[in-house]
Nanobody, 123 residues
């Protein structure tokens, strides 16, 4: 069983940057698609970005395309999300998760999940 722990969240002004990290333990994540999702207060959890097991394929929600970059280091069992040009609407709890599906944006196809890290963007 993979355990995932996110870190790197915080408070940042609009236009700023943050780098989120997701550290995996228990087993290797090298065979999984890894994704980042977010959930704002009163809203459903939504897809942000995902990366294939090899790192050769990435895909993003339209709302973050061109601003966020997902990456992974299978040797270190980690996944990162570089977030630039942050906007107040990016404020949410960010989660990383693993999926056995090749290309998925659906929360139901991801398990397990980390506990989340709070990102707050002030205007």
């Amino acid at each position: 069983q993979v355990q995932l722990v996110e870190s790197g969240g915080g408070l940042v002004q609009a236009g700023g940057s943050l780098r989120l990290s997701c550290a995996a333990s228990g087993r290797t994540i090298s065979g999984y698609t890894m994704g980042w999702f977010r959930q704002a207060p009163g809203k459903e959890r939504e897809f942000v970005a995902a990366i294939s097991w090899s790192g050769g394929s990435t895909f993003y929600a339209d709302s973050v395309k061109g601003r966020f970059t997902i990456s992974r280091d299978n040797a270190k069992n980690t996944v990162a999300l570089q977030m630039n040009s942050l906007k107040p609407e990016d404020t949410a709890v960010y989660y990383c998760a693993a999926s056995a599906y090749t290309k998925s944006t659906m929360t139901s196809q991801y398990y397990p999940w980390g506990q989340g890290t709070q990102v707050t963007v002030s205007s």
